[in-house]
């Protein structure tokens, strides 16, 4: 970008005329400029309009901030520079200036499936508020908001006193909120699973994830609360955690936010603070324990995507399930990204702004991700 095309660009947003993806293109070169030690073009006459330009429309930076800070702020940032805005990590940043035409994909939503113990499978995307099921003593109900809530009544056993399990799955492109009998709270993210009983008998709650899960546990000092997912296990008592265990991911990993937990795999255990996130490498069974980056770890249920450093491989699998498509990995260059791109935007706009910021293009090709 020369420099009156940059001087054009600011006047443009000055008078309130620029779109979206000028106000983007704007922001990316400015801090492209800055990243590689350059300096920002700038006019003596129109300094203070340059620099006033960049206070209202450069977003703060989301992962700076304090957790309980995070929401506001990303959505303050998101306001401000009208959507999007993202910050790519190479030597030499450069714009990208045509778009393929892509088809149109939309974001995912509020979609789950409900498998009661009796086999019977309820698409809790059809069900309108109000009563869904019950089971025994147990009442299953939709709010208005279109969370799932169990009502526990006393311990819901089956014929032989074994407890009755049920099991909430997420489509690619879906998520969903969950009330446990206990009050925990808990948001599934997208192709993820949490098996559960109807209500918490004995001396534990248990549950099993597979997926990603966000859990508020309502505490209970005689009754810890149990996340078990296929590598590792999650032993608290009252807390704010995030967990991550795909499949197609090569790390486990649990945030903490509040509270205090204990991450189990094998021999190896991990006790967290807030702020701290344990990784478990399931091919080598490796457990470490570190700094998290909480704000990019549960960003997700908050309707963001958040990348701190991100590798576009990372990236890619995230957009491609929560916008239920393929992606093509053979050809995607080694670039980092850090930034906010909103959950709630179609599939064309997020790979615009990773296009804008990386210079690289994307086509969709039946339903997959490549790189052109």
């Avoid at 330009?53 to 401000?80: E, G, N, Q």
């Avoid at 909480?294 to 995507?305: E, R, Y």
């Amino acid at each position: 970008m020369h420099k009156e095309e940059f001087k054009a660009l600011s006047a443009k947003i000055a008078d309130g005329n620029a779109t979206d993806e000028e106000i983007v293109r704007f922001n990316a070169y400015y801090d492209a400029l800055l990243a590689s030690g350059g300096e920002v073009p700038a006019w003596p006459e129109e300094k203070a309009l340059l620099e006033s330009i960049r206070r209202k429309t450069a977003p703060a930076r989301v992962l700076r901030f304090s957790w309980p800070k995070v929401a506001a702020a990303a959505a303050v940032a998101l306001a401000i520079s009208a959507g999007i805005w993202m910050f790519v990590r190479k030597d030499a940043p450069s714009i990208a200036k045509a778009r393929p035409e892509r088809p149109l994909i939309q974001p995912g939503g509020n979609s789950a499936f409900l498998t009661l113990a009796d086999g019977r499978r309820i698409s809790l995307d059809d069900v309108q508020p109000g009563d869904v099921a019950s089971q025994g003593n147990i009442r299953i109900t939709k709010t208005d908001k279109g969370e799932v809530v169990y009502e526990a009544r006393p311990a819901a056993d089956g014929p032989e006193g074994k407890p009755v399990w049920n099991e909430l799955t997420t489509p690619r492109g879906g998520q969903f909120r969950l009330l446990l009998p206990d009050g925990t709270k808990v948001w599934l993210n997208a192709a993820s699973a949490l098996r559960f009983p109807a209500a918490f008998a004995g001396n534990e709650r248990r549950v099993e994830l597979s997926g990603e899960g966000y859990f508020e546990v309502a505490p209970d000092k005689s009754k810890p609360f149990i996340v078990q997912s296929p590598a590792q296990q999650v032993k608290v008592l009252g807390t704010h955690f995030n967990i991550q265990a795909y499949a197609d991911e090569p790390l486990a990993k649990t945030s903490l936010l509040e509270g205090r937990v204990e991450v189990t795999a094998g021999n190896s255990s991990a006790t967290l603070a807030p702020g701290q996130q344990s990784s478990l490498n399931a091919q080598t069974g490796e457990l470490k324990s570190g700094p998290a980056d909480v704000a990019a770890a549960a960003a997700w249920k908050n309707g963001f995507f958040v990348f701190n450093d991100t590798y576009l491989s990372d990236v890619i699998r995230q957009l491609s399930r929560w916008y239920d498509v393929k992606a093509d990995y053979t050809r995607l260059p080694r670039i980092r990204y850090t930034g906010t791109i909103p959950r709630n935007v179609p599939l064309d706009k997020a790979l615009t702004m990773l296009e804008i910021t990386g210079n690289v293009q994307f086509e969709i090709n039946q339903n997959t991700i490549h790189v052109k």
